[in-house]
Each structure stands twice: as structure tokens, then as C-alpha cells.
């Protein structure tokens, strides 16, 4: 069974949204200015962040991950099942993978692989 992992919501101005949202839901942010990223706190699971944007998207405001072990091989599963990938693997430095998909009736969900769950593999 995979879980959410982390869930990501676009702003034009972070500011503001750490305010709106700390206000609303009681959600704590740390901001991480090299990955110019806010991520924000539930007090639970899924956290997630706030993305900057120069203008909100018009579709997929909210980005959603599923945690995977492997998204290389969840990729492949995505595509024998009729899906189309739209973001291969990519690294986020020191944290682990991301990648993105697109289902067949054209839903678009994230994967998330940390990297500490891939050193624990290894036995690292």
C-alpha cells in the first residue's frame, strides 16, 4: 500500500501564503532558500510545501506524491497500465527523486522516492 507523501500548493507570493495558511490551519513552515522552497508542517503526514510561481497555473494548481520505493520501476508500471509518464526521475539534492505521470484518463499524480529509504536498502 502507498501513502501520500507530500503534497505541494503554488503561490505568487510565499509570504502571504505562510500567513493565510498558518492562519487558517495552523500549518508551520521551514523555508530552505537554496532550494528557493517553503515547506510547510500539518503536524502530521502528508506535509508537504509551498511552490512559487510567477502566475497561478490555470490546471493541476496542486501537486500531489505518492511515496514509492523505486520510481523507476513504478514508472514502468505506469506505462503497462496505460499511462503516460510526463517527468522522468529527478534528483532533489540530498532528499531523494521525484517524477510525475499522467493516468489514462489524463489525471496528472507526482512519485516521491526519499532517499534515506533507498540507503536503508543498501544497508547504509
Known amino acids: 500500500m502507498h501513502r501520500f507523501g507530500h503534497v505541494e500548493i503554488p503561490t505568487t507570493n ?3 501564503a505562510k500567513k493565510f495558511y498558518g492562519k487558517i490551519f495552523g ?3 521551514t523555508d530552505h532558500p537554496e532550494l528557493k522552497y517553503s515547506f510547510l508542517h500539518t503536524g502530521g ?3 508537504g510545501g509551498l511552490e512559487p510561481v510567477k502566475r497561478m497555473p490555470n490546471k493541476a494548481q496542486v501537486k500531489v506524491y ?3 520505493e523505486d520510481i523507476e520501476t513504478k514508472l514502468k ?3 503497462k497500465a496505460g499511462g503516460k509518464v510526463v517527468r522522468k526521475k529527478t ?3 540530498g532528499m531523494g527523486w521525484s517524477a510525475s505521470f499522467k493516468s489514462p484518463d489524463g489525471c496528472v499524480l507526482c512519485l516521491w522516492e526519499h532517499l534515506a529509504a533507498k ?3 543498501k544497508g547504509m
Open 14 to 16: 510565499v509570504k502571504k
Open 27 to 29: 500549518w508551520t513552515f
Open 45 to 47: 503526514h502528508p506535509n
Open 66 to 68: 505518492v511515496e514509492v
Open 77 to 79: 508500471e505506469v506505462k
Open 91 to 93: 534528483e532533489v539534492k
Open 119 to 121: 540507503q536503508r536498502a
